[in-house]
């Protein structure tokens, strides 16, 4: 069997990976392997060769989707917290992936993920330090997903209460 591909997308700050890190150490305390494909661990190493540009967060979208596909076979789930910035994209990820394919917006507003900003990206963007930043830049918006399978409000919900979301998701879809 080839693992569930989670597709964790949302702004910056939004709680997409600390959400998927969470629902990780879950799906393994019930059995299951699970790997973690961080948007920022993947770029800041395999793909450092990408800026920013609408081209290349395309192509490290389309470089991690290649990279869920060379190991759909050696786990149970793999989890992307990635911005994935663009429904192009993500829709590209859905058609390669097929039924594996299962997107996750994690939905925060830019003032919420502005105040979490733990990074301090969103400082730096809205000084003009930072060029093409998602959300804030005219060029690179963050287009909401459509029709994805979950919705999370993190404004709202705790992490541990968008981690039983996902797990419900998972368990009436008969995936756990």
Known sequence: MSAMVLWFSGLSGSGKTT?????KKKIENRGYTARVFDGDDIRNSEHKHL?????????????IV??????ID???FILVPIISPFLKSREMARKILGGSFIEIYT????EECIRRDVK??????L???????????????????????IILDTQKETIAESVVRILSYMKM????
């Open 19 to 23: 959400i998927a890190n969470e629902l």
């Open 51 to 63: 800026g920013f540009t609408r081209e290349d967060i395309e192509e490290n979208n389309r470089l």
């Open 66 to 71: 290649q990279l869920c596909l060379k190991n």
């Open 74 to 76: 050696n786990y149970d």
């Open 107 to 110: 939905g925060a507003s830019l």
């Open 120 to 125: 301090g990206l969103y400082k730096k963007a």
């Open 127 to 149: 000084r003009g330090e930072i060029e093409n930043f998602i959300g804030i830049s005219e060029d690179i918006p963050y287009e909401v997903p459509r029709t994805p399978e």
């Open 173 to 176: 879809r008969k995936i756990i």
